[in-house]
């Protein structure tokens, strides 16, 4: 809450596949929502059930206690925070911001110790659920930062996501995600095999899901993916271009650490093969059924 007890007044930046119904949460519980994006028509539909435009990061600053940003690359979210028109020149001390972006949890960090040099909270708070958890409020959100400042999140957090974590200081719920793509990654692959292993065998792939969900190979990527996978459906729910991104900032924190993860670099590998088909990159990540011939007749 504000200090008049009032909703705190919230600023989102980035109403694409994730944020738009994030950001509409938030609107539909009560809090004055404040809006940016590259493209405004991807915001039209806040817009028109009452959330007001800024025309960039620094006017959403000014009109907001809480800044929340799911953008696509870690490029975007320095400019949006660290830029000369960006959310920490602008912000007034005690505003709260929270990035919910997959990123570079040393870029987490910088943001933080930057953050904090002005009398601005930080935290970065990426988010698992895809499309489908935005859209329901049910992500499970891994985040970073100071706990007072997650605690004063939490009731926005609640309004988004079902499973939330405080994982550690700045940076920490990046490396969280990072963790779950990695373990993502593989299972995606185990999917993709499976099925094209069943293909291969004569197996129909409908009666295989059915036999493997209830097992030990039962998955939430099994669930949700196998069956578009055997449709030939790669309408993204999460593009292979943002996934790419991700594996590449896990294999590089892991180098840091001088961590091998093999599993980790031959999804990478794989996933820029799907990538490099025409249209490849915006597809979702059950595309990667495609490096093994497809798992239908019509893929």
Same mark, same amino acid.
Request: proline letters at 6%.
């Given at each position: 809450m504000?200090?008049?007890?009032?909703?705190?007044? %919230?600023? /989102? %930046?980035?109403?694409? %596949?994730?944020?738009?119904?994030?950001?509409? !949460?938030?609107?539909?519980?009560? !809090?004055?929502?404040?809006? /940016?994006?590259?493209s405004r028509a991807r915001a039209q539909p806040l817009l028109d059930a009452g959330a007001a435009w800024a025309d960039s990061p620094a006017a959403v600053a000014a009109a907001s206690d809480i800044v929340i940003t799911i953008v696509g690359f870690p490029a975007d979210v320095e400019e949006i925070y660290l830029g000369p028109q960006g959310l920490i020149a602008h912000a007034r001390p005690g505003t709260l911001l929270i990035d919910m972006t997959t990123s570079s949890p040393s870029l987490a960090v910088r943001i933080a110790r930057e953050a904090a040099a002005r009398g601005v909270q930080a935290l970065d708070a990426p988010v698992s659920g895809g499309d489908v958890g935005a859209r329901n409020a049910t992500l499970s959100i891994m985040v970073g930062g100071e706990a007072a400042a997650f605690e004063r999140a939490r009731p926005v957090f609640e309004r988004m996501g079902r499973t939330i974590n405080h994982m550690g200081g700045p940076g920490a719920g990046q490396h969280t995600k990072m963790a779950n793509q990695i373990v993502i990654?593989?299972?995606?692959?185990?999917?993709?095999?499976?099925?094209?292993?069943?293909?291969?065998?004569?197996?129909?792939?409908?009666?295989l899901l059915a036999a493997l969900g209830p097992g030990a190979?039962?998955?939430?990527?099994?669930?949700?993916?196998?069956?578009?996978?055997?449709?030939?459906?790669?309408?993204?729910? /999460?593009?292979?271009? !943002?996934?790419?991104?991700?594996?590449?900032?896990?294999?590089?924190?892991?180098?840091?650490?001088?961590?091998?993860?093999p599993g980790l670099a031959l999804a990478k590998r794989l996933f820029e093969r799907v990538q490099a088909e025409p249209g490849g990159a915006e597809r979702g990540t059950q595309a990667l059924i495609r490096v093994y011939g497809g798992a239908s007749a019509g893929a």
């Amino acid at each position: 809450m504000s200090g008049t007890g009032a909703p705190e007044r %919230i600023g /989102f %930046i980035g109403t694409g %596949i994730m944020g738009g119904p994030m950001a509409g !949460h938030l609107l539909r519980a009560g !809090h004055p929502l404040t809006v /940016f994006n590259r493209s405004r028509a991807r915001a039209q539909p806040l817009l028109d059930a009452g959330a007001a435009w800024a025309d960039s990061p620094a006017a959403v600053a000014a009109a907001s206690d809480i800044v929340i940003t799911i953008v696509g690359f870690p490029a975007d979210v320095e400019e949006i925070y660290l830029g000369p028109q960006g959310l920490i020149a602008h912000a007034r001390p005690g505003t709260l911001l929270i990035d919910m972006t997959t990123s570079s949890p040393s870029l987490a960090v910088r943001i933080a110790r930057e953050a904090a040099a002005r009398g601005v909270q930080a935290l970065d708070a990426p988010v698992s659920g895809g499309d489908v958890g935005a859209r329901n409020a049910t992500l499970s959100i891994m985040v970073g930062g100071e706990a007072a400042a997650f605690e004063r999140a939490r009731p926005v957090f609640e309004r988004m996501g079902r499973t939330i974590n405080h994982m550690g200081g700045p940076g920490a719920g990046q490396h969280t995600k990072m963790a779950n793509q990695i373990v993502i990654a593989s299972t995606v692959m185990g999917v993709a095999e499976g099925l094209a292993y069943a293909r291969a065998a004569g197996l129909d792939g409908a009666k295989l899901l059915a036999a493997l969900g209830p097992g030990a190979a039962g998955s939430a990527q099994l669930a949700v993916q196998g069956p578009k996978m055997l449709a030939g459906d790669y309408a993204p729910g /999460f593009m292979v271009k !943002h996934f790419l991104k991700d594996l590449g900032i896990a294999l590089a924190e892991a180098e840091r650490m001088r961590l091998d993860l093999p599993g980790l670099a031959l999804a990478k590998r794989l996933f820029e093969r799907v990538q490099a088909e025409p249209g490849g990159a915006e597809r979702g990540t059950q595309a990667l059924i495609r490096v093994y011939g497809g798992a239908s007749a019509g893929a």
